[in-house]
Nanobody, 127 residues
């Protein structure tokens, strides 16, 4: 009964911003590393960002560093992705993902690290 529900997707012009919230339920939120993964048409799933259980550590794909910010709110059991300076190449379905409660032995900076997934939300960036 673990459920991750993303929202906030839509159409935005290049250079614009979007904020994607993800609501988590059915899990002990503080025990899970949370992340965002995206999939563009015709491409494999690509890691975007991850945040530690405490929120004190984050990691980003090189393609989004300096533009995207991941955060989490333990009181609300939510993880957020703030996306600024959006580019057409950011167009993709964005998935909220979680891994836990036990540590993953490898890197969290890849889609294969995560064992729980949201349904995805479409982000389209026009030029």
């Amino acid at each position: 009964q673990v459920q991750l529900v993303e929202s906030g997707g839509g159409l935005v012009q290049a250079g614009g911003s979007l904020r994607l919230p993800c609501a988590a339920s059915g899990l002990s939120f503080s025990r899970y590393v949370m992340g965002w993964v995206r999939q563009a048409p015709g491409k494999e799933r690509e890691f975007v960002a991850a945040i530690s259980r405490s929120g004190s550590s984050t990691n980003y794909a090189d393609s989004v560093k300096g533009r995207f910010t991941i955060s989490r709110d333990g009181a609300k059991n939510t993880v957020n992705l703030q996306m600024n300076s959006l580019k057409p190449e950011d167009t993709a379905v964005y998935y909220c993902a979680g891994r836990g409660p036990i540590d993953y032995p490898g890197t969290y900076s890849h889609s294969y690290a995560y064992n729980y997934w949201g349904q995805g939300t479409q982000v389209t960036v026009s030029s």
